[in-house]
């Protein structure tokens, strides 16, 4: 039996901490008040969960939020490896559980001390998983260690083969932080930049400048997701997952698969695009907005090509044409993404994703999305998430 | 050392300034050569055809070849000896720092030299060197440690008694610090830092072990013949675990590259280039591209790649434009 | 092999810069030629009891090198006229020395041209200092 997921769990709870540079509080507190939080966004009480989700990275069990939150019997927990590839793959983890019985109201969690604590810009030189160790150990004795530097390798390449893509990169940089300044929840609220400012940033890994980068934050949120027919008589509008697919291509390596023929291309997030247009039976002309995952500015090029709103090495022009601002055809990462609102490792997107839906994101007002893409990290294995109104 | 003993130990040092090195002028081993200058030649890779071409310096304006000038001193070197039984006693500089030796100031550095040039050697020359200790500084304290700077004076000359050139020979020796000393080769101020250390399990160690000799394999299939790096337990086409490796020859092509700029890491040196580079065997490294601009990495540049020990601890392999 | 003109030398100019891969053969090999024997240059144990992690180069060889990075720029037909060395940090084998140089100053009187050339390790830094002087056609 084949069990199609589309439209059979929805979204009805999101919430975000505040977000810092130094939280000053446990990354147990960080998660227990998102949690908390998004459980009473969605008008249930911690007693309604039975389900819990997060990333392999997140440092807080969920049976401690959980004691701390008072939810009470869990049947379902789990965690998605890969960084910031697991974003919507607590969102995958969720619908499966709930489309099958496991459980009826799953919360998918990420918190991170990601400034103050743990900082992912200092690379993978520190203390080394030992599954992890081997895999490594091919890149930092050459000097090839910190997230920017694997994602530039992927970005010399496509410079190489397409053509206006560091103005392109500009372009998704700037207009971000035009999104986040008018964003009081974002880091850099009231805080803009301009061309000059862009080509003066300094380098971080050529052809990455700093402001190529997304932020390190210590913040946390969360997502609860339960049953379409609960979702029903919530507080909010439910925000049905109509599609969800995640994938690891082949010959794939955690952010260094530079042995596949061409390494400017993303085929992990292909694979998931095409799972989640399946299930959900919507093409790219309905989609109305997007939260793509933007750790560095030209993996929002790639992953516009992988869902087909353009050809990829048309991207960079699709991008200067407009089609991510405010009124374009793509409205993206319109909280300002993780390069200038909060690197929540991409769950702060999904709350985003949802208030698009809703009507509620700061710089949508009273518009209306049926459908939005959300997305995971990529450079590792990944995946998205069709998200809309409830038919 | 109590004052009067400070006094008396300098008196006696202070006898040695004026004294000869080798008691009067010495004549180098062997006369100027060719095949002394080629080798020097060849080692400091120095491809000046004054001093290896004599065809070249036949219509030159000297008319025949010369020594290079900066060999001046390498004519009189005493030679393997120094290595086998030591200077011979009655080397005046030798016994100067026996001297200082004696009283703990056992640390020994080359600090200046200064060399002037008033005459071309040429092949079939004799060098005659005549030294002498010319001056002694008081007592000193450098970041080395405490000790005396002391300088020799040399006068070069041919067997017409033509003066070649000059040289002063500043030495500073002095009393190493104690922990130096004690655990000379782990002194903490000379520690350098390494690169990250890939680390060795049972499916990879082989392939660092043969880096450490200098070699670069790639991972083969013993059942199909295909090759695949990084190296892995099973072989992906036909799923056997029995496999070999062959010798890459390292010639390779960029495919991609970055330029690391920040954080900088200790132990490695920048400008730092890291490239995803294609080897003529057909599977990828990843390494650095070291020995030309960085502005003239480009995709698509052919290299050539060798295994330099790149720090203490660390060989790998490190690839190098193709001279155009 | 040209050799440059004293007229065509300015004041300023910077001399093509040499990398240079410091190996335990380089070091060893180049003490040799130069008839530098002592055990430090080419016996690491030697060179450990001295509280240096391996063979250090000899300061013949840091002056050859000097003189050559010189002449190679300059050409075959220069006249040596001097040499000035200071030693700063050892170069020791895994390090790479980067040798610069810049004309300091001209003297008609007799066609000279002093050249400040550096040598600097990527390791411990500055290697070697000083001044060559030559005389130019």
Redesign the interface.
Known sequence: MTINVSGEAAIVGVANTEFTKASGVSELELASVAVRDAIADAGLKPSDVDGMTTFTLDNTDEIEIARAVGIGDLTFYSRVPHGGGAATGLVHQAVMAVATGMAEVVVCYRALNGRSGHRY???V?GP?LTSD???W??????????PA?WV???T??YM?LAENVQDAMFEIAHLQREYAVKNPAAFFYERPFDRADYDAS??????FKMLDCCMETDGGSAVVITTAERAKDLKHPAVVVKGVGQAAAA?MESM?S??RPE?AAIPSMDIAAKMAYEQSGLTPDDIDAAVIYDAFTPIVLWQLASWGFCDLLDAPNFVLDGALRPDGRLPTNTHGGQLSEAYIHGVNGIVEATKLVRGTSVNQPNKTVNNVLVTSGVGVPTGGALLGKLD | MTPEETKAFEDELYNFVGNSVHGGPRKGHDDVNAAMIRQWCEIMGDANPAYIDAEWAAKSTRGHTIAPPAMMYAWTQEGYKVASVGRPESDGQARLVRFLASKGFTGSLGTNVDQEYFADAKIGDSIFEDSIIESISEQKTTGRGVGYFFETFAKFTNQDGTLLGTQRFRVFQFIPPAQAEAEAPADSGLEVPTRIQAPRGQDNKWWWDACDEGKVLIQRCKSCQVLRHPPRPMCGECQSTEWDSIESTLDGEVFSFVEMHHPRVPGYQYPLIVAVIELAEGTRIVANVVGCDVADVHIGMKIKGQVDQVDEKTMLPQFYPIAS | MNTLNYADVSVGDKLPGLELPISSSLISCAALATRDFEPCHHDKSVAQSMGLPDVFMNILTSQALMARFVTDWSGPETQMKALRIKLGAPNVPGMVMTVTGEVVEKDDAENSVNIEVTGENNIWGMHMSGTVRIALP
């Open positions: 810009s200092s690379g030189a080394l160790a081997i895999h150990g091919w890149y930092t004795p050459s000097g090839l260690m910190t530097s530039a390798m992927y010399q390449r190489h300094r380098p971080i890994v050529s052809p010959n260094t530079f042995y390494i």
